[in-house]
């Protein structure tokens, strides 16, 4: 039916142009050709001229609307916006609805659908920010640069410079975290394991990334926890990949110092064995920087002996 009105809308007559204002039409008692007066966008033909009255138009009603000279006997209906999209401008008696994607959406030709935007892992910027036609264009950090969020819309960011602020290189940037920096003071009062904590929850979201959901279930249920208390077996096995990130980072916040340091071994155990060792070469490099700090202490004072 909307095909038909559409038809007509056009032209009813092939010869005539697409926004003729005029039409022709057969009278019903003479047999006389007429021409008609076509009605304007925002109307609809309620009643054809005759050989003693023009074209009787009327505007269209709420929710309906034409777009051009037509001279069809009903308005269009009003497009609806589908899932996914909001009003870019409201109907009117002359201009159908348009829609776009909401925000954090986009048009996908394939699917013909709103897709939300593709979200840059961490050691990603977002190189384009995505609109309602384009996705989201992920670009991977450059050296000193990095990002430790998951999003669409965040860019990497300049790497922190520890020689400016007087500090030492406690943990060495990567594209996925930020460089640890700390004074000699700081290396003397905090075990190591506490700054490993600062990059734990981005290190995780990697893991979420690489990782099967059962061996990340796996590895939730031997976590180190406090007093050797193991998780129930029956409510980590049933997590979803949000619910084990949370509870993932739950046990960052809450362990202490010697639970942080077992976390290579337990990766290892359950097979997952580069992300074993890089964690533990990230805790040997923190502790050597602690002993470097020790060294330059005892060499100070033994020259102000």
């Known amino acids: ?14 010869s005539m142009p697409l926004h003729a204002q005029t039409f022709k039409k057969d009278d019903p008692y003479s047999g006389r050709s007429l021409v008609c007066d076509r009605c304007p966008p925002g109307m609809y033909l309620r009643a054809p001229c005759s050989a003693t009255q023009k074209s009787d138009c009327v505007k269209c009603p709420n929710g309906a609307y034409t ?23 409201e109907c009117s008696p002359s201009n159908n609805c348009e829609c776009e994607c909401k925000e954090d959406y986009y048009f996908n030709k394939k699917y013909e659908a709103c897709i939300k935007h593709k979200e840059c892992p961490p050691g990603y910027g977002a190189n384009i920010t995505g609109t309602p036609q384009q996705d989201t264009e992920c670009v ?30 406690v943990l060495k940037g990567q594209s996925w975290h930020d460089t640890l920096c700390a004074s000699c003071d700081d290396l003397k009062t905090r075990d190591g394991a506490e700054y ?7 290190f995780f979201i990697q893991l979420h990334q690489t990782m099967g959901i059962t061996k990340m279930r796996r590895l939730a249920m031997r976590l180190p926890q406090e007093g050797g208390k193991k998780p129930l077996r029956g409510t980590v096995m049933k997590l ?16 202490g110092k010697d639970q942080v340091r ?32 020790e060294g330059l202490v005892e060499v100070a004072q033994n020259e102000l002996k």
């Open 262 to 293: 077992k976390l290579p071994e337990v990766l290892r155990n359950i097979g997952a064995f580069n992300m074993g060792d890089k964690l533990e070469r990230k805790l040997k490099y923190i502790d050597q920087q602690s002993k470097l700090c």
């Open 67 to 89: 777009e051009f000279w037509n001279h069809i006997s009903k308005c269009l209906r009003c497009s609806m916006c589908a899932e996914n999209q909001v009003v870019k401008q």
């Open 140 to 169: 991977q950090c450059q050296p000193g640069f990095y990002s430790e969020v998951s999003s669409a819309k965040a860019t990497c960011v300049a790497q922190s410079n520890c020689q400016a602020g007087g500090l030492r290189v």
């Open 1 to 14: 039916m909307m095909l038909f009105f559409m038809v007509m809308l056009v032209s009813a007559d092939a």
């Open 240 to 255: 979803s990949r949000r619910g084990l990130n949370n509870f993932m980072n739950s046990w960052d916040q809450g362990a």
């Open 196 to 202: 490993l904590h600062e990059i734990l929850p981005t």
